[in-house]
């Protein structure tokens, strides 16, 4: 990374970023799909976002970290609340966000889509 670390652009959108799982660069090696920030007119910094499905796995490690364990060892209400917030956060729209989050819960497909639907009845009624 050859961007000013110092500078007040990268000071306040790193946080960011890193939620993100994205990476900063150097503006001079910004590809096309990278998003260029400037300050004051100057280029300063490039962010490179994540692909979709590194997003999902970026995600759900930091539920980990939130939750302190492993989420395949939480409990089946608390795996509810996670599916839940996946799904407000889009993570079913990826290619095998099902398989990916499943896998993360410890838990089959089946019982990922029976969370969804669930959630989906209740806010039906």
Sequence with gaps: MTEPADHP???AVKPLVDAM???LLGPEHAQPDDVVLAWEGEDVIAVRLPQ???SLDHILAA???RHG???AELD???KQSVVRSLEARGAFSVRHGVETVAGALG???FTVYNYLNRENAAKAE
Excluded: D, H, N, W
Aim: proline share 5%; aromatic share 0%.
């Design 52 to 54: 979709l499905s590194e």
């Design 21 to 23: 799982g994205a990476e």
């Design 9 to 11: 652009l990268v000071t």
């Design 76 to 78: 089946r209400r608390t």
């Design 69 to 71: 364990m492993p989420l």
């Design 63 to 65: 539920m980990e970290r």
């Design 107 to 109: 838990v089959s497909r």
